[in-house]
């Protein structure tokens, strides 16, 4: 992967021209933009992005026709998933099934949409669900049966809550 140019964002009001011809001049179609008291921004080239766009849009609909196809195209797609999501293998097999549709679900959802968010946070989850299961004492404590009548006692308040 190619490395992205870095300029303080600073240089981009002061030197709006020659900084936009470090953009035409990098590799990647890109220039990242150093600000002291925030996140870095990333300028990009409109038609780099537009190829971008249309490059995810093409993955998602790649992997749609994997996951929602027949039983051989999602049979493929549970035998590629951990080379994409290396936790995956932590999962029961029904839950990788299960995650690769709601993601084929989300990633389809959200074509329209001006924002990855919820595909992030998709991920993020199910990627905490491989935690549990990789976790044998945390499994085991999340799936115990308890008596539903039985009162544990008095909940304490979390840290830095006054009462």
Request: net charge negative; hydrophobic share 40%; glycine share 4%.
């Amino acid at each position: 992967m190619a490395m992205i140019p870095e300029v303080p964002f600073s240089e981009l009001i002061n030197r709006p021209k020659a900084t936009t011809a470090k953009l035409a001049e990098s590799r990647a179609h890109e220039l990242r933009l150093r600000r002291r008291d925030d996140v870095d921004l990333v300028l990009l080239d409109a038609e780099e992005g537009q190829r971008r766009t249309e490059m995810v849009n093409t993955a998602v609909r790649f992997l749609r026709a994997l996951v929602t196809g027949g039983e051989e195209k999602r049979r493929l797609a549970m035998e590629v998933a951990p080379e994409v999501f290396p936790w995956v293998r932590f999962l029961p097999p029904e839950d990788v099934r299960a995650f690769l549709a709601e993601l084929s679900e989300m990633l389809t959802s959200i074509e329209e949409l001006d924002t990855n968010a919820p595909v992030f946070t998709l991920v993020t989850q199910w990627k905490h669900t491989a935690e549990v299961y990789a976790d044998p004492e945390t499994l085991a404590a999340l799936t115990r049966q308890r008596d539903p009548d039985a009162d544990f006692g008095p909940v304490p308040p979390p840290p830095g809550v006054v009462e």
